[in-house]
């Protein structure tokens, strides 16, 4: 889900940035400052996952981890994002540094949407099914918003926009599924973690 430089309208970045700056103004205020280390592992998964990458046509596919960063972070998982997302564009040319404020909201608003899906269901469905359906709808949420994104800066992408969902929504169930094991693992190992 990284947009490359030069790929995006200049309205659509401004936006991207003036809500990427809310999103990890609000995020770094409700961070503890006894969690900034849990917050850092966190991080260094998102930056780690973004590396093993398959490229499917003019795409390509890697974990995200948004479900699970949603799930463990909350609103924290937006500087956590900002802060990975801007490593891997300096370091590794991964989306760029003007994009980067589309880029984390994006993203952003995908893990935040996985943790609502996480939270909302409470104790009426079991917690891997949950987990399941946070990974699963971080990448569906993340999807629309890289295809609206794309949509509205570019007309020459918009005959990519059915192939890049159809290997997102591949990716969507590997996230659920990997979600769900990992929740499902820390909920064995370390419960206190998800209770945060």
Same mark, same amino acid.
């Given at each position: 889900?990284?947009?490359?430089? &030069? ?15 809310? &999103? ?96 909302? *269901? ?13 990974? *699963? ?60």
């Amino acid at each position: 889900m990284h947009i490359s430089e &030069g790929v995006l309208s200049a309205p659509v970045i401004a936006v991207g940035w003036v809500a990427a700056a809310g &999103g990890v103004a609000w995020g770094l205020r409700k961070l503890q400052p006894e969690r900034i280390p849990h917050v850092a592992v966190i991080a260094a998964a998102l930056f780690l996952a973004a590396l093993v990458r398959f490229p499917i046509g003019p795409t390509s596919m890697h974990l995200t981890l948004l479900g699970l960063a949603g799930v463990l972070l909350g609103w924290s998982a937006v500087p956590a994002l900002f802060i990975a997302l801007m490593l891997q564009a300096i370091l590794f040319q991964f989306g760029g540094l003007v994009s980067l404020g589309a880029n984390t909201t994006i993203m952003g608003v995908a893990a935040l949407t996985g943790g609502l899906v996480f939270r909302l *269901f409470g104790t009426r469905l079991p917690m891997m099914l949950r987990a399941f359906a946070s990974g *699963f709808m971080a990448v569906v949420v993340g999807t629309v918003l890289l295809c609206a994104a794309l949509w509205l800066s570019n007309s020459d992408f918009r005959g990519t926009l059915p192939l890049i969902a159809a290997t997102q929504l591949a990716l969507a169930l590997i996230e659920g599924v990997v979600t769900a094991l990992i929740v499902g693992f820390m909920a064995r190992s370390m419960p206190r973690l998800l209770a945060s």
